[in-house]
């Protein structure tokens, strides 16, 4: 497997940064925005020689439990990495990363683990957001920086309409 490689991932799993993980050839491939259940092609990025990362170029099987992002900046931008996974699934994905941590860093396997309890509402509830400050069209901007880089991505503050779902509304 080499940069640049085109494949296709079966996605099986899902890591702490909210990634699919799948295997291509034998080899480990992390995909941001994948879901388990999907097959997915994907163009290779980063080759690390017991792993890759890949960029999704198309979904070739979608899960159920893909859903559209309710905000319109979440593909680009890095403050929400599950979005576009229902709700129900989130927190049976949580819990069972919770399980693997138990069993990997505690020893603990089959450590008995109560299933996470969700919100009501799941939007508005952080109270501390670490808005990036850039310029846009020559106007000071607020927003996140896209997922894995220090390009500002505007939202909220910056005049727009568009508003963090995350952040408490006080915050918006």
């Not at 991932?9 to 702490?16: E, G, K, L, P, S």
């Not at 198309?58 to 403050?79: E, F, K, Y």
């Not at 509402?121 to 850039?134: L, S, T």
């Amino acid at each position: 497997m080499q940069t640049g490689e085109k494949t296709t991932v079966q996605i099986t799993d899902i890591n702490r940064r909210g990634e699919g993980v799948g295997r291509s050839a034998g080899v480990v491939v992390f995909v941001p925005g994948a879901v388990p259940g999907e097959r997915v092609a994907v163009r290779i990025t980063e080759w690390r020689g017991n792993h890759a990362r890949g960029e999704p170029l198309s979904v070739l099987t979608s899960s159920p439990h893909r859903q559209a992002p309710a905000c319109t900046l979440a593909p680009r931008c890095g403050g929400c990495s599950l979005q576009h996974v229902t709700y129900a699934r989130q927190l049976q994905w949580k819990t069972e990363l919770v399980k693997q941590s138990m069993a990997r860093l505690g020893g603990l396997a089959g450590a008995r683990v109560r299933e996470i309890i969700g919100m009501q509402h799941p939007w508005h509830y952080r109270n501390n957001v670490q808005f990036k400050v850039g310029r846009r069209s020559g106007k000071v901007a607020l927003g996140f920086f896209a997922r894995e880089s220090h390009r500002l991505v505007a939202g909220g503050v910056s005049g727009d309409g568009r508003l963090c779902l995350l952040a408490h509304p006080d915050i918006n």
